[in-house]
Every structure is written in C-alpha cells, then in structure tokens.
C-alpha cells in the first residue's frame, strides 16, 4: 500500500504541472470515490493528500513573494489580518479561478497550476486600488537576482 501510495504520489507531482493535468485530477476524486472496489476508494484519498500537499506548497510560495512584494511597496494580493489561507480554501480558488477564466481552453490549458493560484488570490483578496498587475513587478527581486 505504502509503494502505491508513493507511486500515485510520483505520478501525480509528475502531470499536475499545468492546470489541466490538475483539474483532471480534481475531477476524477468524486467519480473514484464513488467506486466500490478498495482501490479507487485509496487512489481519490490519495489523489486529495496529494492536491492538499500541493496548494500547501503553493500557498506558501504565494505567501512568501507576496511579502516580498509588500516590503517594496508593491503587494501582489491583500489578505486582511487574521485571515489564513488553507490548501483547502486554495484548492477551491484555483478550481472556481479555473472555470471562470475567459481564456480559450487551449490557453487555460497551458497555465502552471501557480498562476492561477496567483490569478485566484489576486481575485479573491484585491489590494486597495487594484494595487500593480503581476507582469509590472520586478520579478528578480521577488524571487531573487538567480530567477
């Protein structure tokens, strides 16, 4: 069980890079928990740990440019005081971003599963006065001179 687990753990990490690979994987969670045969059953419980894992990650991510961007005047996205941002709360964001993109499905395809969570967050949590879009910051001082 646990090489199993491990396995869907690679498998996943490994096509969940853009957002169509992500969603696809979303959308199979319901349908594979509805199968009555114990391994669909571990793979949506796996697959939820994994997508959990996932924005856990993302979160963080956002979390630490944005207050990068804040030092320097310019924050990406503002989250009142005391509010927290779960991989849950992410995980739906992103989903809820996804579908309500404009784009043509070939274009949302092609999204890193990152900047939709940036799009969701920038969204659901606007600065006062739109604050800057993401192309007009300086990239190599939010995430250092090596990026």
Not at 31 to 42: F, H, N, V
Not at 94 to 119: C, F, G, H, W
Request: aromatic residues 4%; hydrophobic residues 40%; charged residues 15%.
């Amino acid at each position: 069980m646990k090489r199993a687990l491990l396995m869907l753990c690679l498998a996943i990490n490994g096509y969940a890079d853009t957002i169509d690979h992500y969603m696809n994987i979303a959308n199979n969670i319901p349908q594979m928990e509805m199968k009555a045969d114990p391994q669909s059953q571990a793979w949506a419980r796996s697959a939820r740990i994994v997508l959990t894992l996932t924005c856990d990650g993302i979160a963080d991510s956002l979390k630490l440019a944005n207050d990068t961007a804040s030092q320097q005047g310019h924050a990406l996205f503002c989250i009142s005081a005391g509010a927290q941002v779960t991989p849950e709360i992410l995980n739906d964001l992103i989903q809820q971003t996804y579908r309500s993109l404009p784009n043509s499905q070939t274009e949302k395809d092609k999204m890193t599963v990152s900047q939709i969570a940036l799009l969701a967050m920038q969204k659901q949590y606007p600065c006062p006065g739109g604050g800057l879009p993401t192309k007009e910051i300086n990239q190599s001082a939010v995430w250092g001179a090596s990026h």
